[in-house]
């Protein structure tokens, strides 16, 4: 494929500003800003590879961008998300999070690393391949969502209403990364969440803080209150203390799988310059982010911590809690069991409001698309990819694939320093360009290899 | 003036609608949401009078909407904000705070009170004088800015480059309300405010929670330091416990004014549904609001707290806090007194930011347009208005009409169930036209006073 890798070196420049582009729209879903925009962009470059793309909405969703190019035996399900976490310049950034900045050989930007990259770069791949060979081998159908930070809430609907549109027989998932070894990751599945909101109400109304001289701050006794909660929902070493929660013990396949998997916490330590718990192996560590579930504080806090200024005698305080889901634990399941615990704890007055919600999943290293993303990987990086059997964030992988029994398997332009969701976000340009040129492969591999 | 009062009544209709577009139009300083499209409907209103209104920017500031009207013998500065404080439903709001509900006689919306109403009656007043009387016996200027309540940090320039717009014999300020009682007060002047945002960061990175299981998450003790320092800033009774921010004695003029404002502790508590500290008389608790210099949790809390979710280990702790500042105070000296006192409690890695600084204000009794006000107060409402020798809250005053020598006065519609900042924030209707037909006076007088 020396053709396509000279057409890609050659619009290297075009390409890259694409990517600034894209980087430069706002897409936060969570707020709602610049997301009609962004649809339309993703839109209009699908349209820029022939396809006729449509804005599907379900509900009061976000749009769904949708597009179908290409035919053969095969169909590939190519699912990406333009909507992006919330990023403040406060937060840490070095710049403005959505005016991108190219240093030491990486595009910083918010959204850059998830998903941004992995959304253009496929797309700029298919166009490559198109322009090269004149056709594709395949079916390619992309399925560019803009809920996936917000969990994906109108998703099982989309998929009810729209199974038709992403029947394939294998699909490349939104994310994609190298290890630390710089060898691409495959992940087979992820971990299923649980997204919730737990806040307690003070006996008063919030007031102007021109008052403060004589009515009493509830703030640093709501929080404290919340605080007591939270420290329960933890043991000693950060693992979830709620009953039901255990880690189911591990089959020998799963533990085998785990030796194989080159993972040294030293090395994330210093990488993402974040503190691990004490005295973990690179197995037991591994095994615990992609086998056992968690419990994380997001944020705790009593009245308003936002941007800005905001003067006022505060009444309530808040905790968002996320809980990660190894296969075979529910979201349904997690939230009895925390509704249970704090009841257990005394905890009656705190309300819990469910946020976001995702089944695990996982599927089998022996599917055709998985076998297709190996050689690829192979042929381009020289190297063997490391297997995942799921990665340790979240998707909505289950509604999408494993109901419609899709094989789904990741490969991006992530890698380990990309400070996803974090400040100063960003991808290795060499990663990025790497991945466009394995992507040919990938399609041309998935079109040809036998079942 | 009773074609004046006719003329509203005729149109109470209208002018009520009229209210509802504008607290229908988001305009929040704090996120930039609806500004322009704010300043521009307050422009075109103006315009309606017959003035050539101004979108005057200073900077990267929010447009100040200036008009000019009638001549005379003396000149009228009319102060008002046309952004309003932040507002999420979740917040306690019983509707969209963006949709106002007229309910049991009061209309609800963020920034009814605070400070559409008393924008708009002042305009509708001037109106009504203009179409009953043909022509008004005094010049007015209207000078509406957009960053009242993010601290008016443009104002200082906008003074210094448009001096001679506001010159003016006396001015009404933005805010004012009736009492307990019912009766009108008017404040003569305001405290000071220093908003500063007190910071503690993680030796960690920001990182995305699907690590949780084996990356130590800083939030709880990140925000317990916080609490911390927080908690070193008050004595028992909520009073600041900083060095410096002594009360000084009062005179015995103020001392002697404190006696004659009716001011009952315990309506205060359940008309506004808080607590106050108990023990307090009402003149005790008076002189401390006026007086004494407040410290005040806006806000604590690590990690994201805001609406919807985002999924992080967080890596730092923030807290919102607000000193109000009795006349005789300034921000400088109280921003010099935290630092000293985090220093010497050991708080050194605590950083400081300051969010927003105002000086008190404070004027006379016996000027003109305080008289003016007085007089149609009793020919409306048929009672003497309190005069507070200061209000609670902040604002500009200072830079506006202090440095300037411009005698100012509040008189307007709010009232002490209207939850200015808060949530469910409303106004009486039959506030707002009580309001509207005294101002007709306030003109009248204004206009014909001796000195």
Request: charge should be negative.
């Amino acid at each position: 494929m020396e053709a396509f890798d000279q057409y890609i070196e050659k619009h290297r420049k075009s390409y890259l500003e694409e990517l600034r582009r894209f980087c430069r729209q706002p897409s936060i879903s969570n707020t709602g800003k610049g997301m009609q925009a962004m649809a339309e962009m993703v839109a209009e470059r699908l349209s820029g590879l022939g396809a006729e793309p449509r804005l599907i909405t379900v509900g009061d969703s976000y749009p769904y961008v949708y597009a179908e190019i290409g035919e053969g035996r095969r169909t590939l399900l190519i699912y990406n998300h333009y909507d992006v976490q919330p990023a403040h310049r406060e937060d840490g950034w070095a710049h403005d999070p959505f005016d991108p900045v190219i240093q030491n050989g990486r595009l910083y930007a918010r959204g850059v690393a998830d998903n941004k990259a992995n959304l253009l770069f496929r797309i700029q791949s298919v166009e490559a391949y198109l322009a090269v060979y004149g056709r594709l081998p395949l079916r390619v159908r992309f399925l560019i969502e803009g809920e996936e930070e917000i969990g994906s809430p109108h998703l099982p609907r989309f998929v009810e209403s729209y199974a038709d549109l992403i029947q394939a027989d294998g699909c490349i998932w939104e994310s994609g990364r190298t290890g630390h070894n710089g060898n691409p990751v495959l992940h087979l599945g992820l971990r299923g969440i649980l997204y919730v909101e737990l806040s307690i109400q003070a006996d008063q109304r919030g007031m102007h803080s021109s008052w403060a001289n004589i009515v009493e701050n509830p703030a640093l006794p709501l929080e404290e209150r919340l605080r007591q909660a939270l420290q329960t929902l933890m043991d000693e070493e950060g693992r979830p203390a709620l009953n039901g929660l255990e880690t189911p013990p591990l089959s020998q396949e799963d533990l085998a799988l785990l030796e194989t998997i080159p993972f040294d916490p030293a090395t994330v330590q210093v990488e993402h310059g974040v503190t691990l718990r004490p005295g973990l192996s690179g197995v037991e560590a591994l095994r615990r982010v992609l086998f056992e579930p968690s419990c994380n504080i997001c944020g705790l806090g009593a009245g308003y911590t936002g941007p800005g200024i905001k003067t006022v005698i505060p009444n309530r305080a808040v905790a968002k809690v996320d809980f990660r889901l190894p296969f075979g634990l529910t979201p349904d399941e997690v939230e009895i069991h925390l509704r249970r615990h704090l009841q257990a704890h005394g905890f009656e007055e705190i309300q819990i409001r469910r946020l976001a919600a995702l089944h695990p999943a996982r599927f089998s290293p022996n599917a055709a698309i998985v076998r297709a993303v190996r050689e690829a990987v192979r042929t381009v990086y020289g190297v063997e990819p490391t297997i995942y059997p799921l990665m340790p964030a979240s998707g909505p992988m289950y509604t999408l694939c494993q109901v419609q029994d899709i094989p789904a398997v990741t490969f991006g332009t992530g890698y380990p320093g990309d400070n996803t969701h974090a400040a100063n976000e960003n991808i290795r340009l060499k990663d990025y360009f790497r991945a466009l040129r394995c992507f040919g492969r990938i399609l041309d591999r998935f079109a040809s290899l036998e079942d």
